[in-house]
């Protein structure tokens, strides 16, 4: 599916790097059965740990030449974690995570994470380096690669777990939207 609309450009979400403000880190459910989702800071602690234990994953990863690898580890009712692999050249694109908040530990290499920082900052590139974590809230936008020599692994968890996606190309005037995907084409 093509559309093709400018998205406003604006300032950072500061949950991917200052302190979370998104509200308690509970995972008891609410009315109608459904947990809280999990704050960015409790997502951080998620991918640390799991990317600090590398011999619950390492047996998992496998290199895949066309595009990044991947698989869901977790499947909760308030959060998944998934493991991804990214050979040199690999990335994401440009995309949101459909209203979930994030994080992502990089286990295993280094990667790039591309974001826009608004009008005066323009486009924000990081190093992420071996060992990083990166946590989000549910607007963020990003793109992820790996401009590195070697392959690189990581590890991500959502909450709530991911209900859909939408990418985008960066043009001069902006991110465009060009697409929408849902878990079906995962």
Do not use: C, K
């Amino acid at each position: 599916m093509s559309l093709d609309f400018a998205v406003p450009v604006s300032a950072p979400d500061t949950a991917a790097t200052g302190p979370d403000t998104t509200g308690p880190e509970s995972t008891a459910p609410e009315s109608g059965g459904t947990a809280r989702p999990l704050s960015p800071n409790a997502l951080r602690a998620i991918v640390r740990d799991l990317a600090e234990q590398p011999d619950r994953w390492i047996h998992r990863v496998r290199l895949a030449t066309g595009d990044r690898w991947y698989e869901r580890m977790v499947s909760a009712e308030d959060h998944e974690v998934w493991l991804i692999s990214w050979l040199p050249g690999q990335s994401t694109g440009f995309h949101d995570h459909g209203g979930s908040r994030g994080a992502f530990a990089v286990a295993l290499g280094e990667l790039e994470e591309l974001s826009l920082g608004g009008p005066e900052d323009g486009l924000l590139v990081r190093r992420v380096a071996p060992g990083a974590v990166r946590a989000f809230g549910a607007a963020y936008l990003h793109d992820v690669r790996n401009t590195s020599a070697g392959p690189a692994v990581t590890i991500h968890a959502y909450s709530p777990p991911l209900s859909g996606m939408t990418r985008y190309d960066l043009r001069a005037g902006g991110l465009v939207r060009t697409a929408e995907e849902g878990p079906e084409q995962w």
